[in-house]
């Protein structure tokens, strides 16, 4: 294939005092080739990112639900998330918002499976109630948190007043900007 | 008695062919490659540990956030894209012209507000790229993102399994506008749709690690 047929044809004789030509090998070494060829194979498949993106399914409930369909949530059982401004996470325990705890969202899981442990299962309820503040990124963070811990009960709501204004004021505190 | 002469058999290699494959793979994996489109708007997407595919080339209503809080939509199925202006025009008991409607199906993302869609829609392709979209007002009953959405409803017949709602909502987006997206979807009667986020390991040892470990490496379908 890669060869072209060197040889002289016809049965021409040399004379005497005429040189033989030297005949050059026509024949490249393809290996070092195929090494780059296959070199660029493998640059190209560890290069390329397989952006599939994916997606997370949420479904919201209808706001006009009646007293009888709202779900009952015992104290008990009960833990709150709220999503505040920088990065800042904070939560409750109960139904006091005073009684605000700020966390990170590294240490989220750990608070969340802590009483989870410690609730029944039936009883507990999170709450997600993103700030302000917070960004679309806390938002799937803690949703996520959510698949992560394995939590089937929890709802995301809008923080109320006084909890906007625990938060406000923890942020102050602690001089969140 | 005279020995045989054993043969030296050359240990070089024919590489010809080795080389021809190694090289149409090369030009196969180049050719077959997809490049991603540049886009108008640039949105980074969370991460998530949720595997399902996006699957958003077919018949997808992408509402788009960016990090400033600009809301745009995207209609992956540029068939239905006649329809729907055709609805919007309806809703908002006006009359759409007919000169730009190719405009508008030609058009990538809608991004103005509806009363300046004529506007922009006239304008040549270089001088569209220049000015920046303004954005679907949204506002906490919804806005016109809302009108958009039941226009997007009514072009496929009411169907809510024919048509995926997507959210691709930037990291830095902040959540009143994403509660008045919610909003918008919620006075359509919408209560299901998905958040496009970029594929994240699940964190080992995790309650969702130990029971996709149990369940052989499926995740469970959450609802």
Redesign the interface.
């Known amino acids: 294939?890669?060869e072209l047929d060197t040889s002289s044809g016809g049965g021409h004789k040399k004379g005497p005092g005429v040189k033989k030509a030297k005949k050059l090998s026509t024949k490249v070494?393809?290996?070092p080739?195929?090494d780059l060829?296959?070199l660029?194979?493998t640059f190209?498949?560890f290069a390329?990112t397989l952006?599939?993106?994916?997606?997370?399914?949420?479904?919201?409930?209808?706001?006009d639900v009646k007293d009888q369909d709202l779900t009952k949530i015992k104290e008990s059982g009960a833990l709150t998330i709220v999503?505040g401004k920088s990065n800042q996470v904070y939560y409750y325990l109960g139904m006091d918002p005073t009684k605000l705890q700020s966390t990170t969202y590294t240490q989220l899981?750990s608070v969340i499976?802590n009483k989870k442990q410690t609730t029944p299962a039936d009883d507990l309820f999170i709450t997600i109630k993103?700030?302000?503040?917070?960004?679309?990124?806390?938002?799937?963070?803690v949703?996520?948190e959510m698949?992560?811990?394995?939590i089937h009960k929890y709802s995301m709501d809008?923080a109320n007043d006084v909890e906007a204004l625990v938060v406000q004021k923890t942020e102050e505190a602690n001089g969140i900007k | 008695m005279a020995r045989g002469k054993i043969k030296r058999k050359g240990t070089?290699i024919?590489?010809?062919a080795?080389?021809d494959v190694?090289?149409l793979?090369?030009s196969f994996?180049?050719l077959t490659?997809k490049f991603?489109s540049a886009e108008a708007v640039q949105i980074t997407?969370?991460?998530?540990?949720?595997?399902?595919?996006?699957d958003?080339s077919s018949d997808a209503f992408i509402v788009e956030?960016d990090k400033n809080g600009l809301v745009y939509i995207e209609l992956s199925d540029s068939g239905i894209r006649s329809n729907v202006i055709d609805k919007m025009a309806q809703i908002k008991a006006v009359q759409f012209p007919a000169a730009l409607k190719s405009r508008f199906i030609a058009a990538e993302m809608i991004g103005t507000p509806f009363a300046s869609l004529p506007q922009y829609l006239q304008m040549s392709p270089d001088d569209q790229k220049k000015v920046t979209l303004p954005g679907i007002p949204v506002d906490s009953t919804g806005g016109e993102l809302r009108d958009w959405i039941t226009a997007g409803l009514q072009a496929y017949d009411n169907d809510t399994k024919a048509i995926h709602f997507?959210?691709k909502?930037?990291?830095?987006?902040?959540?009143?506008v994403?509660?008045d997206v919610?909003k918008a979807?919620?006075k359509n009667?919408v209560?299901?749709?998905?958040?496009?986020?970029?594929?994240t390991g699940?964190?080992v040892g995790?309650?969702?690690?130990k029971?996709t470990a149990q369940n052989g490496g499926k995740q469970e379908a959450?609802?």
């Open positions: 294939m890669a070494d393809l290996t080739m195929v060829g296959f660029l194979i190209f498949l390329t952006n599939e993106p994916t997606t997370m399914n949420l479904a919201m409930p209808k706001d999503m899981r499976l993103p700030d302000k503040d917070a960004t679309y990124e806390n938002v799937v963070n949703l996520d698949t992560i811990d394995d809008n | 070089s024919d590489m010809t080795m080389c190694a090289f793979l090369l994996f180049i490659a991603k997407t969370p991460h998530s540990v949720s595997n399902k595919p996006a958003a956030i997507i959210i909502g930037d990291n830095a987006a902040k959540y009143p994403i509660d919610l979807f919620k009667e209560y299901k749709y998905r958040l496009l986020t970029v594929p699940v964190p995790s309650e969702l690690f029971k959450a609802e």
